[in-house]
T-cell receptor, first 110, second 112 residues
Framework: NAGVTQTPKFRVLKTGQSMTLLCAQDMNHEYMYWYRQDPGMGLRLIHYSVGEGTTAKGEVPDGYNVSRLKKQNFLLGLESAAPSQTSVYFC?????????FGQGTRLTVV | DQQVKQNSPSLSVQEGRISILNCDYT??????FLWYKKYPAEGPTFLIS?????DKNEDGRFTVFLNKSAKHLSLHIVPSQPGDSAVYFC???????????FGQGTRLTINP
């Protein structure tokens, strides 16, 4: 079982460039999430989705956009990358009692 | 405003002894709590959870204790093994496993 798969695993961007992170889950979960992990700050929720076609803002949404056109996919976009967006990004999908995480995307903005 | 706090950035324990990881929360609406384990270059993996209707949940070597009046939970690992060396995150929610709020993490090192 693949579970939650994130693409790409690593990326280096120049300031001002754009990119999209892809998250795919094969567990038929309704709920999907994007978190970022920074040193000393744990995981912080960027955006989330409670079902196909829906998205909502989390704790730190500024500078990011998301889309959930298909139930199994949740895309995170950076329109104009900034050095402050250097982080490790984790996607998750969830049932009522457990959240399953992808392996992470390490993004560096220079 | 950190709603979930893990005040110990790191913890070192001898193999075979008990590891105790602590977590405090401020939001009284939280009613579901989880512990995740994370190895380098991997995503967090679920370890154990507890609902606010319980004060203890046990799964093998792992036990989570919840003290609602103190807004405190702890994870006990006994006996500790070298493979337990990882970063442990406490998480909380008022919607089951939805919209989890995470603590900063505690790096546990098990020494031989």
């Amino acid at each position: 079982n693949a579970g939650v798969t994130q693409t790409p695993k690593f990326r280096v961007l120049k300031t001002g460039q754009s990119m999209t992170l892809l998250c795919a889950q094969d567990m038929n979960h309704e709920y999907m999430y994007w978190y970022r992990q920074d040193p000393g700050m744990g995981l912080r929720l960027i955006h989330y989705s409670v079902g196909e076609g829906t998205t909502a803002k989390g704790e730190v949404p500024d500078g990011y956009n998301v889309s959930r056109l298909k139930k199994q996919n949740f895309l995170l976009g950076l329109e104009s990358a900034a050095p402050s967006q250097t982080s490790v990004y984790f996607c998750a999908s969830a049932t009522g009692t457990e959240a399953f995480f992808g392996q992470g995307t390490r993004l560096t903005v220079v | 405003d950190q709603q979930v706090k893990q005040n110990s950035p790191s913890l070192s324990v001898q193999e075979g002894r008990i590891s105790i990881l602590n977590c405090d929360y401020t939001n009284s609406m939280f009613d579901y709590f989880l512990w995740y384990k994370k190895y380098p270059a991997e995503g967090p993996t679920f370890l154990i959870s507890i609902s606010s209707i319980k004060d203890k949940n046990e799964d093998g070597r792992f036990t989570v204790f919840l003290n609602k009046s103190a807004k405190h939970l702890s994870l006990h690992i006994v006996p500790s093994q070298p493979g337990d060396s990882a970063v442990y995150f406490c998480a909380a929610s008022n919607q089951g496993a939805q919209k989890l709020v995470f603590g900063q993490g505690t790096r546990l090192t098990i020494n031989p």
